[in-house]
């Protein structure tokens, strides 16, 4: 109805899972990155999890479309089906015969086409939707069907999409046996303040002729009060706000539009816990969006402060997220590694005397120098120079390499050698503090793409780089003319805390992050799982300390700094 009046090619807020509109937040993107890391890896099992309206079966519709050829792939929606119904359902998706009428008949047809496809070379893929309607007994099938597979591989590999039930269910007693098989796992969450505006946006561009809609930033505060950042209400608010503007002949969307048209779902049921003033908390929450728009105006999207995030914020990076990792058992009195890992105190020229041979050179002018680099090949050295800082092989698998997205590949790269990476924007001071392995992303005037150096060491009024050609060393002054403020700093998450404690830990990380503190000399702290105010006044004391935002929430740039505060752990450090 509104659409000739503001110019869109189709509506932008529709209720349905296009994949041309995914708009990719942290979560989302750090989901998709575990999606294709996943594939690539052969993993068997893939939980992905979130609440009703995050995008989970648009991004599933996405990640279909960009699936490479050699991987074929089977999509079940809402499998409210017993066993052989859903085996029957399986086999109709890959094309083959699903007229028998038992379970072993019918897996022994699937198992005969996924040799056929693994003799070709080629994966299958199965992605089950709204798997928290699937019954114990059908889990349990699923479970049977990841037994196919050769001495090398599976055959199948099984992604389970679904609400935050499904995770319950694959948690219990009942399902031990599938639970423990979740290689990887991911939790789609709400979308930030700062994330909303930008989804809004984003699929205003993508809909329209040419821009001109416009949301108010106060009309932003009610849109994200009312959603609480869940894409499917952004929708619902957006679509009806356009109604009620093209009603009133306005092109701009302002907050009283926007609150008229949350009083006509009201009927709905969408007001149950919504109020459209809270005292001081809502004068509070107008002044972080204004930050927010700020933030969206004059910064380019998916960075990170150089402070801790704040709670809200926390929710979209991966590793923040207790369900974003790939499951790994990991007592928190042990090191991960017993193999020798750079050694704090030494420089990488210390621990490999090869690089000794090549020596150093100063670079006064860093511009010429940068323009002879070619983007991917310094981006791909730099990171086997980081993985070399931590002592891993940089002999990962040539499709990683090969990745187009630079974002995309830091991860997966770290990623395979049980590394993480957290991206920053900040200042050089900061990049010390942090003390890690870390790369710079360096722009050159009138060049699109980007060069990256690694830090191997950092010193009063000069830093050392790994290059391609050996060890340069740059004065701080220089770097800052081409650095555009963000780093990847590659760590290490030896003691496995999970996710942002207390927010959405389980219980054994606070007990490894107590162990932890008592360790590195808060001896009054008691072990239990009870994230007490002694706990949260040492963590604050550290994040203090290091310059992070004092709010007593690990996670990633708190876990760094902690892990920093044990001089016993071998981490390889670039500052004394």
């Known amino acids: 109805m509104y659409n000739k009046f503001f110019g869109f090619r189709e509506g932008p807020f529709q209720l349905v899972p296009n994949p041309a509109y995914l708009f990719l937040s942290r979560s989302h993107e750090e989901t998709m990155a575990n999606l294709n890391y996943?594939?690539?890896?052969?993993?068997?099992?893939?939980?992905?999890?979130?609440e009703v309206g995050t995008g989970k079966t648009t991004l599933c519709r996405a990640f279909l479309e960009k699936i490479e050829k050699k991987t074929e792939a089977a999509y079940i929606f809402n499998p409210k089906l017993d066993s052989i119904q859903l085996l029957k359902a399986i086999n109709d998706e890959f094309g083959i015969s699903s007229d028998k009428n038992t379970i072993k008949e019918l897996i022994d047809t699937l198992n005969a086409f996924l040799m056929k496809k693994k003799a070709s070379g080629k994966n299958v893929v199965l992605i089950i939707d709204e798997a928290q309607n699937l019954s114990y007994e059908v889990l349990e099938q699923l479970r049977l069907l990841s037994n196919l597979e050769t001495n090398q591989s599976k055959l199948l590999?099984?992604?389970?999409?679904?609400?935050?039930?499904?995770?319950?269910?694959?948690?219990?007693?009942?399902?031990?046996?599938?639970?423990?098989?979740?290689?990887?796992?991911?939790?789609?969450?709400?979308?930030?303040?700062k994330e909303t505006i930008e989804y809004v946006q984003h699929r205003i561009h993508i809909a329209s002729r040419k821009p001109g809609t416009k949301f108010t930033r106060f009309a932003f505060y009610y849109?994200?009060?009312?959603?609480?950042?869940?894409?499917r209400l952004i929708n619902?608010?957006?679509?009806?706000?356009?109604?009620?503007?093209?009603?009133?002949?306005?092109?701009?969307?302002?907050?009283?539009?926007?609150r008229s048209?949350?009083?006509?779902?009201?009927?709905?049921?969408f007001l149950k816990n919504y109020s459209f003033w809270d005292g001081k908390n809502s004068l509070l929450a107008i002044f972080l969006l204004c930050v927010a728009l700020l933030v969206v105006t004059f910064y380019r999207p998916g960075t990170d402060n150089i402070s801790e995030p704040a709670a809200t914020q926390e929710k979209g990076i991966a590793e923040k997220k207790a369900g974003n990792v790939v499951k790994k058992k990991i007592l928190p009195s042990q090191n991960v590694e017993k193999k020798q890992i750079a050694i704090p105190g030494k420089s990488f020229l210390d621990q490999h005397p090869e690089s000794k041979q090549l020596g150093s050179k100063q670079i006064d002018n860093l511009g010429p120098y940068l323009k002879a680099m070619e983007s991917r090949s310094s981006r791909n050295m730099a990171m086997k120079t980081a993985l070399s800082l931590w002592n891993t092989s940089n002999d990962s698998k040539s499709h990683i390499w090969d990745t187009k997205d630079d974002w995309t590949f830091f991860k997966l790269a770290a990623k395979e050698k049980s590394l993480l990476i957290h991206r920053i924007k900040g200042n050089l001071e900061g990049v010390k503090k942090l003390n890690l392995p870390a790369i710079l992303?360096?722009?050159?005037?009138?060049?699109?793409?980007?060069?990256?150096?690694?830090?191997?060491?950092?010193?009063?009024?000069q830093i050392t780089f790994k290059a391609k050609d050996g060890l340069i060393v740059v004065k701080p002054d220089e770097i800052k003319k081409y650095w555009v403020g963000r780093a990847y700093i590659i760590w290490k998450n030896i003691f496995s805390f999970q996710g942002t404690i207390p927010l959405n830990s389980p219980e054994k990380s606070i007990?490894?992050?107590?162990?932890?503190?008592?360790?590195?000399?808060?001896?009054?702290?008691?072990?239990?799982?009870?994230?007490?105010?002694?706990?949260?006044?040492?963590?604050?004391?550290?994040q203090t300390k290091y310059g992070l935002k004092a709010d007593g929430l690990v996670g990633p740039l708190t876990k760094i700094v902690l892990y920093n505060e044990k001089k016993s752990l071998k981490i390889p450090h670039i500052a004394n």
């Open 511 to 542: 007990i490894a992050l107590k162990m932890h503190l008592h360790d590195i000399g808060y001896n009054e702290i008691k072990i239990d799982p009870d994230y007490d105010s002694r706990t949260k006044a040492a963590v604050k004391k550290i």
């Open 441 to 461: 992303e360096l722009s050159l005037p009138d060049v699109s793409l980007p060069r990256y150096l690694t830090i191997e060491k950092m010193n009063t009024g």
């Open 157 to 193: 590999q099984i992604i389970m999409v679904g609400q935050p039930e499904l995770k319950d269910m694959l948690d219990s007693h009942e399902l031990r046996q599938l639970g423990q098989r979740i290689n990887v796992s991911s939790h789609l969450f709400p979308l930030t303040a």
């Open 261 to 269: 048209s949350i009083k006509e779902l009201a009927g709905r049921g």
């Open 38 to 50: 996943a594939i690539y890896q052969g993993e068997g099992f893939v939980e992905i999890t979130g």
């Open 223 to 231: 849109i994200y009060k009312f959603s609480r950042g869940i894409p």
């Open 236 to 258: 619902i608010v957006c679509d009806r706000s356009l109604l009620t503007a093209y009603s009133l002949d306005q092109h701009k969307i302002s907050a009283g539009i926007v």
